[in-house]
């Protein structure tokens, strides 16, 4: 009988045992053959992100659903105690499913017919979350035992990471991230307790509690969780009244949508990536997309604006702006100006005079003549259709005078330029009817982009050298191509920084502007694109402002329309802390212009090519003949007079009732010292004999 017992123990436990193992093989193969899914947790809203991972702009999945990628250390700790202490006391503990919870539940249910409270552990509520179901036994038993596959599979930071992505808060929106964006207009890495509360309970009713259509509701839901966390120690009473009277935010913000032109770029350059990096600074960024659309007020209904800010001595964009206002189809907003093949007006002049300094053509200080030419079958005439005679080089490129630069390039040679430009990478875009490079492309008769022109005025401003501007960080570093040399631009580079800036913007280097920035402007023909070009030594910045559809904007040229936003941009970058360059070695400075060789002395014209007519006639712009000159006096002495010539050709003489005026004879501008108030009579005389004159009186003004 003993061994009858002893061999019926054996048998069962036998039995036992090989039914647990053929459950546990079973629960293997079931495993094996439907594992827990994930694909719902990682088709996340696609992020394009700032230079410091901060959300540019994103773009929805599934149907609409914002769904943003969370960690636990992507949220602030309180929030994790509070949500772990409502939901899921026993998280740490339980393998997925809580049997204190269930039992309870199951009592509960028992006692009262009627589901009293639940027992969904936060691993059941990711389960569910990564496959939607109803919510039967059948449903609840099959979150159970996907529950379990998670603990299998998962840490318990990742189960948790999948919580805190897919939960759902109202709306649109799923996941912790897209929850604090849109309810609180920031991410969930410092929350207040009254927010994290919020934050805790929206999940458990997201369509009833939602804070914009029940704010009462929502309220009252966040006080219980409150209240909730001081039974438990989490809050103190003092921190839960606090808490309490917190408003409740009524009102959805928009998710983050700034750079929407360059987001598009990078995510079409990666269609499958969720994270799309980007060097842009956000803060920067969204200033001058606001600046942007404050100043385009002053534009036509039709005009818009681009703006390009890149680091010089990486080639990193830290701002890209492609339109003035990107929703606006009146403004063709949606197309972006960055990219958009336009005339760049005389923004390439520097580039035509680099490449003369390059070939000992000219110098800064060469005399070159700005009057009527002829360069074959060729007539360009300057913007006002004025004429300023014998200027210098640095003068004829400050004053963005047309007859000089094209002078300089008859001489360099169009299709040389052309082939330099290609060489390093910013081919020129020909019109069909003219296919072929030629004088007019310095005064704008190509086509090329703001990205292009930015690169172009980068390299001037590096030394010569040219390097593909670097959206993100996906794109190879390339190594410089020179197109100048570093003494050619060290040349632009002083000629730009003494540019004239735009009326109403304190000049560069006064003590209320103590940076020194290097600009051209330039208007394309029938005032279709107003452009300006300018840099530090740290910063580089393009500016174009005008109608997409290629329609003029009459009265808007680069001076007037655009250099002011090239100025407001650069007061909002840090301060350069990059050294201006030494001068290069074989940099030629002269005190005088009898210190140059003789051959840089006078510029001439290619023979036979340029057939200068007659000097232009001579005026003297100011003083006004016959006006009355009211001067300021300080100290007992009269303001001085500024005098101004246009035309002529040099040298030029200034006479002070028949007494020559000690300055410069150069120059076109003057100042005359003032012993008393009077009348006067003032001439200026040119090498041809032309004279101009101007009697005013001289008054005494207030201080």
Known sequence: MVQFLIRARRWRIGFYGALVLMLGISVWMLDRLSPPSLARAQRTSPLVLDRQERILRGFTVDAGFWRLPARPEDVDPLYLRMLLAYEDQRFDQHPGIDPLATARALGQWLRHGRVVSGASTLTMQAARLLEPHARDLSGKLGEMLRALQLEWHYSKD??????????PYGGNLEGIRAASLAWLGKEPRHLTAAEAALLVVLPQAPSRLRPDRAPERARAARDKVLVRMEQLGILSAQQVAEARQDAIPTQRQPLPALVPHLAERVRAARPQATLLHTFIDRDLQRTLETLARQHQSSLD?????????VANATRQVLAYVGASDFFDPRRAGQIDMVQAI????????????????????????????????????????????????????????????????????????????????????????WSSAHPQPGLPLVLGGVGMSLAELTTLYAGIASGGQIMPLRLSPDQPTVPGRELLTPTACWYLQDILRGAPVPQNITPPGSAARPRFIAHKTGTSYGFRDAWTLGFDTDYTVGIWVGRPDGSPSPGHYGRNTAAPLLFRVFELLPEAKTAPPVPPENVLRVSNRAQ?????????????????????????NFPVNGTTVELPEHEGRLADLPLIATGGMRPLHWLINGQPLPAEAWRREAFWSPDGSGLVRITVLDQTGQAASAAVWISRGGP
């Open 342 to 429: 336009r005339s760049p007006g005389s923004t390439l002049k520097p580039l035509v005079y680099g490449l003369g300094f390059d070939d000992l053509l000219i110098h800064p200080d060469t005399l070159i003549d700005d009057v009527p030419t002829r360069f074959g079958d060729y007539s360009p005439s300057n913007f006002r259709n004025t004429y300023a005679g014998q200027v210098s080089v640095r003068e004829a490129l400050q004053q963005s005078l047309n007859i000089p630069a094209v002078a300089v390039l008859e001489q360099v040679g169009p299709a040389r330029l052309a082939a330099r430009l290609r060489d390093v990478g910013l081919p020129l875009h």
């Open 158 to 167: 990742e189960i948790l990471s999948l919580y805190l992505t897919l939960a």
């Open 596 to 620: 140059l060789p003789e051959r840089l002395r006078h510029f001439h014209n290619q023979q036979g090519a340029g057939q200068p007519a007659a000097a232009p006639p001579l005026a003297l």
């Open 301 to 309: 209904a039709h005009g818009s604006i681009a703006i390009l800010v």
